[in-house]
């Protein structure tokens, strides 16, 4: 079982809609979660990092649930320029190493 | 400006030839790394250095080489004995210490191997 889980997609949407993805990972002890955002042959850029109590950043929100192990990102309003592969990132709680899911591929239609 | 710049954006290699790949930063970070990313994988790290003069091992480490004798430059050799080396390479830094911090990444190098 790989450490970190995302539905690969593609997700295709609407532009307007709101769009939620999961990630789940499988070690308990893990320290610190982010969602980074990958264009099309490009770098990674972070987007937000994940807090225990949940956060915002405009149309993003993340959760985390420690209990169930996952986190989610959910964008509201989508737009074209969100199309993107979006990638769950844990920090491990044994290493402090960054373990990167598969990425989610969002594309956002007119 | 500052950042991260990695040369070449494409490299083509004949199989059995070693190539290194270029990693610069001018943001003035302790530690750097090297990851590869292939289709429809999460990233993997290669190796990582905290410190001039010192790195350390990711996990797929095998058929690859660092250096970091600068602390601006952290370059990867991709040596022969690498079984699939045609991939994405993404060099990344942080300010300090290994993974406590926010990683920045590089443009990428794309190798494909003839």
């Known amino acids: 079982r790989k450490e970190v889980e995302q539905d690969p997609g593609p997700f295709n949407v609407p532009e307007g809609a709101t769009v939620a993805f999961n990630c789940t990972y499988s070690?308990?002890?893990?320290?610190?979660f982010f969602w980074y955002r990958q264009d099309c042959r490009k770098e990674p850029k972070l987007l937000m990092s994940?807090?225990?109590s949940g956060n915002e950043d405009g149309r993003f929100t993340a959760q985390l649930n420690r209990a169930s192990q996952y986190i989610s990102l959910l964008i509201r309003d989508s737009k074209l320029s969100d199309s993107a592969t979006y990638l769950c990132?844990?920090?491990?709680?044994?290493?402090?190493?960054?373990?990167f899911g598969q990425g989610t591929t969002l594309q956002v239609k007119p | 400006d500052g950042g991260i710049t990695q040369s070449p954006k494409y490299l083509f290699r004949k199989e059995g030839q070693n190539v290194t790949l270029s990693c610069e930063q001018n943001l003035n970070h302790d530690a750097m790394y090297w990851y590869r990313q292939d289709p429809g994988q999460g990233l993997r790290l290669i190796y990582y250095s905290q410190i001039v003069n010192d790195f350390q091992k990711g996990d797929i480490a095998e058929g690859y080489s660092v250096s970091r004798e600068k602390k601006e430059s952290f370059p990867l050799t991709v040596t022969s004995a690498q079984k699939n080396p045609t991939a994405f390479y993404l060099c990344?830094?942080?300010?300090?210490?290994?993974?406590?911090?926010?990683?920045?990444f590089g443009p990428g190098t794309r190798l494909t191997v003839l």
């Open positions: 990132v844990v920090r491990s709680g044994n290493t402090g190493k960054l373990i």
């Open positions: 994940v807090y225990s």
């Open positions: 070690n308990s002890a893990s320290q610190s």
């Open positions: 990344a830094s942080s300010i300090r210490l290994q993974f406590t911090d926010t990683q920045y």
